[in-house]
């Protein structure tokens, strides 16, 4: 089977030539040393995005995540968030680890909760509970479907916050696709947070690194935690003129993207044994539900036709990037439409 259209994940981006080549020519320094002059520009572009004092380029999203959280917290302190983020699932417990964090789960729909849930889920200043410390918020919300947290709803839970002490996170690894398709400069996001990180490596094209900003005296801290975790690098550059390249040149056709997630949407919800709740498909991506407890077989007989998606507690996914071209999303529109009149007609 030759894959011809991979919506597995925008995660999954290679550096185009262009980006390469511009790579190759980065100047280069000693990271851990500060005198890497790539990566210096590339945290002054990220700091002056999000208007913020500093930023430190750091290898990985979770890094970005965990060290805000070990920043803001006392062992034993309690961090809010959406039960669907990412840290409960992906980051092996990092927060138990490394913070010595436990976390608040919080419902909502697509990811998103209300001001007034989190308010409810803020614990007493009481000996018997852990103190609440952090409300950490997934811009855009990825296994809530790539929704946007409205603007005003982040300003409401940050009134919440700032009324009891509470610092605001943003894991931003698709800030930037909400930014895009909401209108929203990303400064607006920023000024509402104590921390803020950008991935550089999904629907950007980097092929490393997340940038993390904030005050001037976060970032100092922030720098502490990058050397204690290994962190810190050395000729960083290199790979750093890859996030420069990609904020230079691929954040607005990120709408393209959210474009093709809504072909592949709106083709979904006229199908026979597919559903969708298209109002939930805001950026690029696009989960939908397959009947008859079939959707298994849907994505294995997608990608038997070269479209690979993938699985999620029962419904499917498929995430638009820039290495998935007009022509691709054409073929996976037709390849959508025959599988299911196959099954399901
Ligand atoms: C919402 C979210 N947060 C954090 C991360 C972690 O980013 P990284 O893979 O760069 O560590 C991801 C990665 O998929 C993500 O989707």
Redesign the pocket.
């Known amino acids: 089977m030759e894959l011809k259209v991979d919506l597995f ?1 925008d ?1 999954g981006t290679r550096p185009s030539r262009e980006m390469r080549k511009f790579m190759a020519e980065a100047e280069v320094g000693d990271e851990q040393l500060g005198e890497d002059p790539s990566v210096n520009r590339l945290c002054r572009m990220v700091a002056e995005i999000l208007d913020k004092d500093d930023a430190v380029y750091l290898p ?4 970005a ?1 965990q060290i805000s959280y070990a920043v803001h917290c006392q062992k034993g302190d309690e961090i809010v968030m959406h039960k669907t983020a ?1 840290p409960i699932h ?1 980051e092996s417990g990092a927060a138990a680890v490394i913070a010595g964090a436990s976390i608040k789960m919080l419902d909502g729909e697509g990811g998103i909760f209300t001001a007034e849930d989190f308010e409810g889920a803020i614990r007493d200043n009481d000996y018997h509970s852990p103190q609440t410390s952090v409300v950490s918020i ?1 811009q855009t919300t ?1 296994l809530g479907g790539g929704r946007i947290w409205p603007l005003e709803r982040i300003k409401e839970i940050a009134e919440v916050a700032a009324q009891h002490g509470i610092k605001m996170h943003m ?1 931003g ?2 800030m930037l696709n909400a930014a895009v398709a909401a209108g929203v400069d990303p400064a607006d996001y920023g000024q509402y947070f104590d921390s803020i990180w950008i ?1 550089l ?2 629907g950007l094209g980097a092929p490393v690194g ?1 940038v993390l900003a904030g005050s001037a005296e976060f970032i100092e801290k922030a720098r502490f935690w990058k050397q204690r975790l290994g962190g810190a690098m050395r000729q960083a550059g290199i790979i750093a003129a890859g996030g420069i390249y990609a904020l230079e040149n691929n954040i607005e056709r990120l709408a393209e993207d959210h474009e093709h997630a809504r072909m592949l949407a709106e083709t979904i919800k006229e199908q026979p044994g597919l559903d969708i709740d298209l109002e939930g498909v805001d950026t690029n991506i696009v989960l939908f539900s397959v009947a008859d407890g079939r959707a298994d077989e849907f994505a294995d007989r997608l990608l038997e036709e070269g479209v690979r998606v993938s699985r999620m507690e029962g419904l499917l996914r498929a995430v638009t990037h820039l290495d998935v071209d007009r022509d691709q999303i054409r073929y996976a529109v037709k390849t959508i439409e025959k599988t299911a009149s196959q099954m399901f007609a």
Do not use: Q, V
Not at 60 to 63: D, E, F, K, Q, T
């Open positions: 994940s995660t990985s999203g979770l890094m995540n990412h992906f997934e990825n894991d690894a698709r991935d490596s999904k997340s």
